[in-house]
């Protein structure tokens, strides 16, 4: 902080911070911002993914992490000694890491299957909308589908751009994300950020009324439950 903000006399913030979401903004006013990125993204991987893991290696050459099966509150599997689960694959860096996987016996294969876009897919089903249901049964590409529907135009004409940024929109609506928290994201203003998730209700207003609709029940009973009964308990959603 003190060279970046003193010594070179970059553009400073109200908490000298130096966090990675800060320093992005930087980039363009000096080159050593984009090493420090690189050392932070190297160290973590170094620290986390190496010489992280080395300990846990066994005599057998294998690393046998522990599957949390009650552990979560939301119900899904967690691991630790190590964490397994958390190596990105966002990067090539992060890639190289996951080659470090592997059996040696050459008769087994690891099999990696994924539902096509199950959380939307579920989201259509709970929110009852049936313009997402329509587009489902229809076989058609949910997020180009909402692109075109937000840019007015057809779905044969919905750049690649568009479609990520729609995907955008609609996985970050249903976790919540802010008009902020969007424009980072898609590297635009917050005011554009607003208007892609005001017209996305607009398009699938099923989809508002059921987010609200859970929000008042949760606040009312202190949990929620899924379609088959499963409750979650969230006592501090009344918290001040």
Same mark, same amino acid.
């Given at each position: 902080a003190n060279v970046l903000y003193n010594e070179l006399g970059l553009k400073d913030n109200k908490k000298h911070s130096t966090s990675v979401e800060y320093l992005v903004e930087l980039k363009?006013?000096? +080159?050593?911002? %984009?090493?420090?990125?690189?050392?932070?993204?190297?160290?973590?991987?170094?620290?986390?993914?190496?010489?992280?893991?080395? +300990?846990?290696? *066994?005599?057998?050459?294998?690393?046998h992490a522990t599957f949390n099966q009650a552990l979560t509150t939301t119900g899904r599997l967690? @691991?630790? *000694?190590?964490?397994?689960?958390? !190596? @990105?694959?966002r990067d090539e860096e992060g890639k190289l890491v996951r080659r470090c996987f592997f059996d040696d016996n050459p008769t087994l294969n690891i099999l990696s299957l994924d539902y096509s876009?199950? %959380?939307?897919?579920?989201l259509a089903d709970i929110a009852n909308?049936?313009?997402?249901?329509?587009?489902?049964?229809?076989?058609?590409?949910?997020? $180009?589908?909402? $692109?075109?529907? !937000?840019?007015?135009?057809?779905?044969?004409?919905?750049?690649? *751009? %568009?479609?990520? $940024?729609?995907?955008?929109?609609?996985?970050? !609506?249903? =976790?919540?994300?802010?008009?902020?928290?969007l424009g980072e994201n898609l590297h635009i203003s917050k005011n554009d950020a607003d208007k892609f998730i005001k017209k996305y209700y607009?398009? =699938? +207003?099923?989809?508002?009324?059921?987010?609200e609709s %859970? !929000?008042?029940? $949760?606040?009312?009973?202190?949990?929620?439950e899924t379609k088959y009964g499963r409750k979650r308990y969230i006592s501090e959603i009344n918290d001040a």
């Open positions: 363009k006013d000096h +080159p050593i911002i %984009e090493c420090i990125l690189m050392y932070r993204k190297y160290s973590k991987i170094l620290s986390t993914y190496v010489d992280g893991f080395i +300990p846990y290696i *066994e005599n057998d050459n294998k690393i967690s @691991s630790r *000694e190590p964490n397994l689960q958390n !190596i @990105s694959i876009q199950i %959380e939307l897919r579920i909308s049936q313009t997402m249901i329509e587009t489902f049964n229809n076989g058609e590409d949910i997020h $180009a589908k909402v $692109a075109s529907d !937000i840019h007015n135009k057809d779905i044969k004409d919905v750049t690649k *751009e %568009e479609r990520s $940024a729609a995907k955008s929109v609609i996985f970050g !609506i249903v =976790y919540g994300i802010s008009g902020f928290g607009e398009l =699938y +207003p099923e989809v508002k009324t059921y987010m %859970e !929000i008042n029940f $949760a606040k009312e009973n202190g949990f929620i």
